[in-house]
Every structure is written in C-alpha cells, then in structure tokens.
C-alpha cells in the first residue's frame, strides 16, 4: 500500500488493477487503535487505568475469538470508556467492508462508516479513513474479483522478489 511500490507497477504494468490484501488494511486499522488506546491510557483516571493495563491484545483481537475470562475482561473495559467503546465497535463494523459483492454496496458502506466518525473525536481513525479514501479504488476492487488472499499475497512476494535480485543494477 506504500506509495513507491504502486507507482512502480503503475509504470511498469500499465492496465492493471492494484487489489489490496485485507491484512494490510486491517493492519493500520489496528494501529489506530492502538493510538487511540494509548491515549485514553494518557488521560485516564486511577480507576480505569488500572482496566485498560494489559487490554492491548483483547482490544486488538476479533471478538469472535475472544474466549472466558478475557472477554468478561473486554465488556468492562468497554464499559468504563466510550471512546474506546466507539473504537472497537468501528473496528468490528469495518470488517464487514469484504464481504460486500457489490462496489457500489460496498462504497456505501464506507461512507456510512466514516459518517460514524463525525463526531466521535478518533483522530487515528480519521487518518485511517483518509488513508482507505485514497486507496479505495484498490480495496473496492476485491468486490469486482473476488481473489483469494494467498493468491495475492503469492504475487506481492514475487514481486518482492524481484525487487530484491535486481539491487546492484543501475537500470
């Protein structure tokens, strides 16, 4: 998703369709996250900084996967913080972007989740948002291709690959 790396195949596969992976949108989501975790941390009170102390990794997992204690752990935390609240619920809600067939359905979806933005306060998040609008047409083309992860995950390391034989060589 890097700048570099999409203007080189640009200009050396013209016609072309950049697909962006799912992990590495949801990467920069969870970074996001994170900061706004990292900040809510900065501006607690005694009573929830001791809940939010060691929630880095519940925060950050799916909910589906959250088992016992950890997620009686997750509802307080939830619980005792609204912005943290708004966070993890955004970021739930995001990854039902993928399983939209349809781009216009999909595009939608994404206006209406970064409409849920406007008066939450998330800056990270709305760096997210910028982030995704500026690469959407790469992650709405995954509606139009329905192609497997592996698959392009297989070719961005070919292509690193290929990166990597040529250093040395002036052109």
């Known amino acids: ?32 996250l994170n900061n ?17 102390v060691g929630k ?6 799916r909910q589906a996967h959250i088992r016992g204690n950890a997620r009686v752990a997750l509802h307080s935390l ?3 913080n ?5 966070a993890y619920f955004l970021k739930e809600s995001f990854g039902h972007l993928r399983s939209y067939k349809s781009r216009t359905w999909a595009l939608k979806f ?8 406007k008066w939450s306060r ?8 910028r982030m995704v609008e500026l690469r959407l047409d790469g992650i709405l083309a995954h509606c139009d291709k ?5 698959y392009i995950e297989t070719c961005n390391l070919k292509a690193r690959n290929g990166i990597r034989r040529t250093y040395g060589y002036r052109d």
């Open 1 to 32: 998703m890097r700048k570099p790396f999409i203007r080189s195949f640009r200009a050396n596969c013209p016609g072309i369709e950049m697909i962006y992976e799912k992990f590495h949108v949801i990467r920069h989501l969870l970074e996001a």
């Open 36 to 52: 706004v975790r990292k900040s809510e941390l900065r501006r607690a009170a005694r009573r929830v900084r001791g809940l939010l």
């Open 56 to 61: 880095k990794f519940i925060l950050l997992s």
């Open 78 to 80: 939830l619980k005792a």
């Open 82 to 86: 609204r912005r943290l609240f708004k």
């Open 110 to 117: 994404f206006r209406g989740w970064v409409a849920q933005l």
């Open 122 to 129: 998330l800056k990270p998040y709305r760096r997210f948002a």
């Open 146 to 150: 329905q192609v497997s992860l592996g």
